[in-house]
């Protein structure tokens, strides 16, 4: 699973990296991104700017947007098989921008540990995205974000992770695709290429949006 992450980097940086528009007057730094919040990511319907989806898929046949807080995940395994996730895979995807994401461990302590690439650049994780009107007649874009197997890494503390895209491989998921390219590369993130850390327990409420969240813990 998951289940909140951080995106925090420059205006500047984010151009670069990903080579899209930024609205400097909507985006702003988010160290605690948490399902429900409308959070920065590239969709394949304008791949040329940075757009803000709400995190929570709400298919587009929901009768009630309740149902996005159970779909912040799709599972790599089994995404062509479900019917909520299905026509997204097909046509609505996204990339959901980090420079990091946060899991607990599987202790009775559940501590939280930051995890990042090893050479601390942004990146992108594999997402999908839908559209659902609303009763007012409001457009609602939705995402939700992939996970797969965790790698030796993050296997130490949890049995999930999202799927981290290859920078080569984020026009791949953008692109009009075969089902079957589209799936090869939802794989587990290399080990040797991340590293993670213990971080404050301040992590647990999304009210804490702050930059002390993503420092190492002093132990």
Same mark, same amino acid.
């Given at each position: 699973?998951? /289940?909140?992450?951080?995106?925090? =980097?420059? &205006? +500047?940086? =984010?151009?670069?990296?990903?080579?899209?528009?930024?609205?400097?007057?909507?985006?702003?730094?988010?160290?605690?991104?948490?399902?429900?919040?409308?959070?920065?990511?590239?969709?394949?319907?304008?791949?040329?700017? *940075?757009?803000?989806?709400?995190?929570? *898929?709400?298919?587009?046949?929901?009768? $009630?947007?309740?149902?996005?807080?159970?779909?912040?995940?799709?599972?790599?395994?089994?995404?062509?098989?479900?019917?909520?996730?299905?026509?997204?895979?097909?046509?609505?995807?996204? *990339?959901? *921008?980090?420079? /990091?994401?946060?899991?607990?461990?599987?202790?009775?302590?559940?501590?939280?540990?930051?995890?990042? %690439?090893?050479? /601390?650049?942004?990146?992108?994780?594999?997402?999908?995205? &839908?559209?659902?009107?609303?009763? +007012?007649?409001?457009?609602?874009?939705?995402?939700? =974000?992939?996970?797969?197997?965790?790698?030796? %890494?993050?296997?130490?503390?949890?049995?999930?992770?999202?799927?981290? %895209?290859?920078?080569? $491989?984020?026009?791949?998921? %953008?692109?009009?695709?075969?089902?079957? &390219?589209?799936?090869?590369?939802?794989?587990?993130?290399?080990?040797?290429?991340?590293?993670?850390?213990?971080?404050?327990?301040?992590?647990?409420?999304?009210?804490? &949006? =702050?930059? +002390?969240?993503?420092?190492?813990?002093?132990?």
């Amino acid at each position: 699973m998951c /289940g909140r992450y951080s995106f925090a =980097i420059e &205006d +500047e940086l =984010i151009r670069e990296r990903f080579g899209v528009t930024v609205r400097s007057a909507i985006y702003k730094a988010r160290y605690n991104c948490a399902p429900s919040q409308v959070l920065a990511v590239i969709s394949n319907e304008e791949p040329g700017i *940075l757009c803000f989806y709400r995190w929570g *898929l709400i298919p587009f046949w929901a009768k $009630d947007p309740v149902i996005g807080n159970k779909l912040i995940n799709a599972r790599a395994e089994t995404i062509i098989d479900k019917p909520s996730f299905r026509q997204s895979l097909r046509n609505r995807r996204c *990339l959901v *921008l980090s420079d /990091g994401f946060f899991e607990w461990d599987k202790s009775g302590n559940k501590n939280p540990y930051r995890i990042i %690439l090893e050479n /601390g650049d942004p990146f992108s994780m594999a997402g999908i995205w &839908d559209k659902w009107k609303n009763p +007012e007649g409001e457009m609602i874009h939705s995402f939700s =974000i992939i996970t797969t197997m965790a790698n030796p %890494l993050i296997g130490k503390i949890h049995d999930r992770m999202p799927v981290i %895209l290859k920078k080569e $491989d984020e026009s791949k998921w %953008l692109a009009p695709n075969q089902e079957k &390219d589209l799936m090869d590369l939802l794989r587990p993130y290399s080990s040797d290429r991340m590293k993670m850390y213990p971080v404050s327990r301040k992590v647990n409420s999304p009210k804490n &949006d =702050i930059p +002390e969240i993503i420092e190492p813990l002093e132990m």
